[in-house]
């Protein structure tokens, strides 16, 4: 994690957007249309999928991914024009929000603007043809940073989207570039734009390790925060997804959740999630509602910046096509849940969350208990994610307390606090 990393992100909420299927028409206008409600969610950093024009060659469905880029430098058409992304960037900006992009580095489309003009910039296989090294990749090839000339178009266009307001960029796949390129860039953007946040795509270990073994780039989360601000916590990410599989118990996530407050630096910031565009929705995982109002508040209270995946504030458990026109299901919006969201999102911006020293376990009775401390000051999260009966101990005081998400009383007795059907922080 880099030295200068502002450890306030960790209040921060990042809503991401797929602008393809967020609204009627799937424009920049949509999406600017639904700004004042999406900044009404507490969100901080709104975060673009790709925006950039699509390949055709070997696209994959009807329109193609979004990380499949043709030019690194323009405007997807579809979504509508440079002005209208810039007047795009100016709306969130007077909203008090930043506005952060998702840049494709590992990769372009096999009929990008640098395979057509700078065919040396490419990763070439043993036959001395094109190609990736992901197998299932089939609509992209690979580039190749052992071409210094490509380090300084990448970090160029990097300035660019920096200077026409950007404030942050997620980077797709991070791990699989060389450290030494995103050290770069960081110190060459920064020539341009000051405080810009540096979001990675850091990767499933299985992944890192498949990449290794085949003589590739595979950079750990360590190594990945040595330039970016925030990782994902895909270092977590098989068990929080096996438990809903049934393949590993609470407590074996959480005893990885709790390994990660040793092994990072002590101003490491997560990406906590449910859910995003490559994992299956939350409610698709938790189907029941009370549990997912749970696990909902769970997310936000963990130590890392906050994701919201467009749509989950409506419960669609559908997770939307890259390859095609597949828009977010609204109907299941409902304001209860979603003032739900506003209150631990008002919850989110304590200074604690962000300077609090953390802690976190998984009792006897599968309830998650988590805690921050900062001097005298503390605040404690009760998930009783299975909804079991019983108590659960805490580290407080016996005497009446507010749960900060509803105003309901809690009390705490002989330094326990009856287990309910709902998050408790206090």
Known sequence: MAKTTD???RNKIIYSVYVRNHGKNGTFKDVEEDLERIKSLGTDIIWFMPIHPIGVKNKKGSLGCPYAIKDYRAINPEYGTLEDFKRLVDKIHRLGMKVMIDVVYNHTSPDSYLVENHPEFFYRKRDGKMGNKVGDWTDIVDLDYNNRELWDYQIETLKYWASLGVDGFRCDVAPLIPLEFWLKAREEVAKVKEDVIWLAESVHLSFILAMRENGFVGLSDSEVYQAFDICY?????DVYVGYFKGENTLRDYINRVKLQEAIYPNNYVKLRFLENHDQPRAKKLIPDETKLKIWTAFLYFQKGATLIYAGQEAQDDNTPSLFDIDKVNWSGMKQEFVEYMKALANIKKKEIMAKGFYQIDCDVNNV???SYKMGDEKLVGI???ELNKGF???DLEDGIYKNLIDGED???????????????II
């Open 7 to 9: 450890i306030t992100l």
């Open 233 to 237: 916590d895909y270092d977590v990410n």
């Open 383 to 385: 998930f009783n994610v």
């Open 392 to 394: 659960v101990k805490v």
């Open 368 to 370: 998650i208990v988590a």
């Open 410 to 424: 809690v009390v705490v007795k002989d330094g326990k606090v009856e287990l309910k059907d709902r998050a408790i």
